[in-house]
């Protein structure tokens, strides 16, 4: 079935450092992508998606792009601040449930930035 | 605008009971989705409901059910609780059908304790 594979953390960082976070899915077609971030004691909030190949979304400073020949999605920002701190959710919407709320989302990634 | 807001926001049971939990959606949305949040198995797809329908389901006991009313409001229901259903329950609302292109708002969840 489909699903996503994140990275490992926590990613601990210090401020104005460069942060990757790896995501790679499995699913059939083309399925949208999406990076949540959820900071403590919040729900989540949607950061960046991309819902065809080589798209790339953005938001805040956080990029990643639709890498269809890699099946990835990894995030990325040039410089993070303390601020965020949170944890990062890769996730997917098959292209089969593309008008559902379905989401299958991966094991999450903490990251930790020191000033 | 206000948010999406779930009740109560932690709430503490024990096995063999039952429980409710509600979701309203931010003002206009008719969709909404709930996910269930635990350490060992991240986020999972619970079901889907727009217009009072459901539109999709993910795989969990008939244990697990929900409805949405006519202004949208929906509540889930888990009967015969067992200790592995601890989790923090999400909602997610929006606009329309779909997550696949369309931006879901996540709540700040109902902390769930089985005892």
């Known amino acids: 079935g489909d699903s996503v594979t994140q990275m490992e953390g926590p990613v601990t960082l210090s401020e104005e450092a460069f942060l990757t976070i790896n995501c790679t899915y499995t699913?059939?077609?083309?399925?949208?992508l999406f990076w949540y971030v959820q900071y403590p004691g919040e729900g989540l909030q949607l950061l960046l998606k991309?819902?065809?190949?080589?798209d790339k979304g953005s938001n805040k400073g956080f990029e990643a792009t639709y890498r269809k020949e890699t099946t990835s999605f990894h995030l990325e920002k040039g410089s993070v601040q303390v601020s965020d701190s949170a944890v990062y959710f890769c996730?997917?919407?098959?292209?089969?449930?593309?008008?559902?709320?379905?989401?299958?989302f991966g094991q999450g990634t903490t990251l930790q930035v020191k000033p | 605008k206000a948010g999406v807001t779930q009740t109560p926001r932690y709430l503490i049971k024990t096995r063999g009971q039952q429980v409710t939990l509600s979701c309203s959606p931010i003002?206009?949305?008719?969709?909404v989705s709930w996910y269930q949040q635990t350490p060992g198995q991240g986020l999972q797809f619970l079901f889907e409901?727009?217009?009072?329908?459901?539109?999709n389901k993910g795989n969990f006991p008939g244990r697990f059910s929900g409805r949405q009313f006519s202004n949208s409001r929906s509540e889930m229901n888990v009967s015969t609780l067992e200790l592995g259903d601890s989790a923090l329950y999400l909602c997610?609302?929006?606009?329309?059908?779909?997550?696949?292109?369309?931006?879901?708002?996540f709540g700040s969840g109902t902390q769930l304790s089985v005892l």
């Open positions: 997610a609302s929006s606009l329309t059908e779909g997550a696949g292109k369309r931006k879901l708002f």
């Open positions: 003002s206009g949305h008719r969709s």
């Open positions: 409901y727009f217009s009072e329908t459901q539109r």
């Open positions: 699913a059939t077609g083309y399925p949208s």
């Open positions: 996730a997917l919407t098959p292209q089969s449930s593309s008008n559902t709320g379905k989401l299958i």
């Open positions: 991309a819902t065809k190949a080589d």
